[in-house]
């Protein structure tokens, strides 16, 4: 098993900032692709970004692109997600997840999940 907990969501004006932290603990591997999925009320869970917890693998939705950047820090079991140049359009809740290493961005490819931080973006 393995625990995800997510910190960091908030409300922020369009156009700040925001960081994401995920902590893992449990059965951790290195053998884990880590992602972070969001839910807006009324809609699906959708795919943000995800990395590989060993290696270079990163890939991120269209719709962040070049505004978020996932990291991790393997020392201390932590991803994170920067979120620059928030729109409204991002107020969801934010989901850390685990899955193997091939897991991309269906969230049934992911076995772990975080119970969730809420970023609320005012226009």
């Known amino acids: 098993q393995v625990q995800l907990v997510e910190s960091g969501g908030g409300l922020v004006q369009a156009g700040g900032s925001l960081r994401l932290s995920c902590l893992a603990s449990?059965?951790?591997?290195?053998?884990?692709?880590m992602g972070w999925f969001r839910q807006a009320p009324g809609k699906e869970r959708e795919f943000v970004a995800a990395?590989?917890?060993?290696?270079?693998?990163?890939f991120y939705a269209d719709s962040v692109k070049g505004r978020f950047t996932i990291t991790k820090d393997n020392a201390k079991n932590t991803l994170y997600l920067q979120m620059n140049s928030l729109k409204p359009e991002d107020t969801a809740v934010y989901y850390c997840?685990?899955?193997?290493?091939?897991?991309?961005?269906?969230?049934?490819?992911?076995?772990?999940w975080g119970q969730g931080t809420q970023v609320t973006v005012s226009s």
């Open positions: 449990g059965r951790t591997s290195s053998r884990y692709t």
């Open positions: 990395k590989s917890w060993i290696g270079t693998r990163t």
């Open positions: 997840a685990a899955g193997p290493t091939t897991a991309g961005a269906t969230p049934s490819e992911y076995d772990y």
